[in-house]
């Protein structure tokens, strides 16, 4: 079946006692039983709820999975994967990661004897030389924030392998519309629900899928043991959101190529990041493992400074200055003040982050206003 078909009908039937179309909110915390343990495959909310199990089915379905678990939130998900792990093992991961994830990583699991490596993952020779024969894990993010670097996912499940090192890759960026890392290889697939899956801002959630069964049975037991699930609320609002996935992500891509050609070509503008640009330095990778480039980019002006750049933030009327992305509507951000604050300023402007980067999530408007938004913002 193809992409639009499973996100529409993946996982869910219709109702067998109604016929009802949608899959009903099972807003209930526990299910009756016939005699002790004899019921209908649910017992209490926390293990497994309907809702939920069809929003699961739904999304491994998207990363071509066998198994998908959901998670209160996409770092709940990062957590349970972490939990498979013990003291002395090692995890090998981009240095060019998600805020959260890199503070997961260092302000909680070190301190329960996890060791991480941070390498530029554009480097498979450094990323060769990283793994070694205490390497599990090896965690994947691309594109990256903001940054939009693409790291050759095929390329790096074949140095994980080659030691028995499982892979992991955040597609949260991406959207399973885009890249399936399950085809490439990796072990794992995880997911800020948050952003385009969920795509309306009005949701936190987490997925983690995979086709190994012990994998899953790992990452469903910390899932029941830990608790970090979504209500059935939750999991409804997002498969609604899901039904639209294609379609949406087609219209940010659109936007997406629009909007990076119009700043290419302003005299104000500095540098424009997007992957799909002929002479971005992994153009050819991107091209390879990406069915088209996303919503997401990165500019930076010509007068290279944060006043610049917060007149023109202050300026927008059709973007608005938040944190996350992947919703319907237009965002802007300033990472070096907004998201990536934390992290050191010789560090940050070495990765070419610099004080006038902002970042662009691009919606499903009409491009032209957004366009037009932006003519008038930079002046
Ligand atoms: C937002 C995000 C996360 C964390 O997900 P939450 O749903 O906010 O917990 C992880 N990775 C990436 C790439 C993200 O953008």
New binding site residues.
Partial sequence: MKFGTKAIHAGQEPDPTTGAIMTPIYQTSTFAQKSPGNHKGYEYARTQNPTRTALEANLAALENAEFGRCFS???GATDAILKMFAPGDEIVSTNDL?G??YRIFTKIYERYGLKFKFVDMKDLGAVEQAITDQTKLVWV?TPT?PMMNIVDIEAIVKLAKASNAKTVV?N??ASPYLQNPMDMGADMVMH?V??YIAGHSDV???FVGTSDKELDDQIAFVQNSSGAVPGPQDCFLVLRGIKTLHVRMDRHCDNGEKIARYLKDHPKVGHVYWPGFEDHPNHSVAKKQMKRYGGMLSFILKEDNQDAAFRLLEKLRVFTLAES?GGVESLAGHPASMTHASIPKDQRLEAGLTDSLIRLSVGIEDADDLIEDLRTAIG
């Fill in positions: 939130s996409g770092m998600y959260g994830t993010e924030n955040d949260t960026f800020s948050t952003k936190v959630m987490g992305l």
